[in-house]
């Protein structure tokens, strides 16, 4: 949603202003309209549940792609392929950024 990874806490969807307070997305009822859930809050989340790390990350990565039809380039790392990822720790917890075999942000 909009307000992910930004301080921006409001934002218009279908001409209703959504707020978002700690992750929790409303409309100006209270009526819950999402959340502001982060790609890697959503792997942390899945494991936690449950979900087998290998599976989490498919679930983030190759499913997504496969859904969009962009399989050639994204979903998987393998040669040929536009090599995105990220680099975790134990924790799961993002210490760098690569897009497009680039490095784009380190933590």
């Not at 309209?33 to 990350?57: H, P, Q, R, Y």
């Not at 994204?74 to 134990?90: E, H, M, T, V």
Request: proline content about 2%.
């Amino acid at each position: 949603m909009s307000t992910v990874g930004i301080d921006k806490k409001s934002f218009q969807l279908t001409g209703q202003t959504i707020f978002e307070d700690n992750g929790r997305l409303t409309n100006a009822e209270g009526r819950l309209a999402g959340s502001a859930l982060t790609m890697i809050g959503a792997v942390k989340n899945a494991i936690k549940f449950g979900i087998t790390w290998d599976e989490a990350v498919r679930m983030a990565s190759l499913y997504p792609a496969t859904c969009l039809g962009i399989t050639d380039d994204f979903g998987s790392l393998s040669p040929g392929k536009k090599a995105s990822f990220l680099i975790l720790d134990n924790e799961f917890n993002i210490q760098s950024v690569w897009i497009e075999g680039n490095v784009f942000s380190q933590h």
